[in-house]
């Protein structure tokens, strides 16, 4: 495999989540936050994990980016709220420092993740019916329960974040 593809997803998946952070506008934010999970699978089609990436964009890329983007519409209150921001400066140093501290971790994952081996057996295959029976089997209750987690996290953010009402306006 070459690295350039890699260095190319690389490159835009983390320049998108670093413009992402850097922008004042929610919902552009958010698009480009979908761009970067659209780049993370890129990323796992690209190491072969093809099952993996197809579940990222079904889950991420579909699924959280919508709750994320119905989120962001449903609890802004005006836009002089959102007005307040530090200046550039700050914004730029915000945004890079993170992203240099995680991509620090990445290559330091991706470079020990691969020891040199004496022993050469191929790891098992795995197909998309096993995986399925497994994440439906011994792990059903699991998934609904995250499932059921993630709705009222949502639902409790947006009751926290919606305006109150006084009831003595006529």
Same mark, same amino acid.
């Given at each position: 495999m070459t690295l350039l593809p890699l260095l190319i997803i690389m490159l835009?998946?983390?320049g998108s989540a670093a413009v992402a952070m850097m922008l004042r506008n929610l919902i552009?934010?958010?698009?480009?936050?979908?761009?970067?999970?659209?780049?993370?699978?890129?990323?796992?089609?690209?190491?072969?994990?093809?099952?993996?990436?197809?579940?990222?964009?079904?889950?991420?890329?579909?699924?959280?980016?919508?709750?994320?983007l119905f989120a962001v519409l449903l609890t802004r209150r005006?836009?002089?709220?959102l007005e307040v921001s530090p200046p550039a400066w700050k914004r730029i140093l915000l945004a890079v420092f993170p992203s240099v501290l995680v991509g620090s971790l990445l290559i330091g994952a991706v470079l020990g993740a691969f020891p040199p081996t004496t022993n050469s057996s191929p790891a098992p295959e795995l197909t998309v019916k096993q995986i399925?029976?497994?994440?439906?089997?011994?792990? /059903?209750? *699991? +998934? &609904?329960?995250?499932? %059921?987690?993630? /709705?009222? *996290? +949502? &639902?409790?953010?947006? %009751?926290?974040?919606?305006?109150?009402?006084?009831?003595?306006?006529p």
């Open positions: 835009l998946t983390l552009h934010s958010a698009m480009l936050l979908i761009f970067s999970w659209a780049g993370i699978a890129a990323f796992f089609l690209w190491a072969g994990a093809e099952f993996v990436a197809f579940a990222q964009v079904l889950v991420y890329v579909g699924a959280v980016s919508m709750v994320v005006s836009r002089a709220d399925g029976e497994s994440l439906m089997g011994p792990q /059903t209750a *699991a +998934l &609904l329960a995250i499932g %059921v987690l993630l /709705t009222v *996290a +949502l &639902l409790g953010a947006i %009751v926290i974040a919606s305006p109150e009402k006084s009831e003595d306006k």
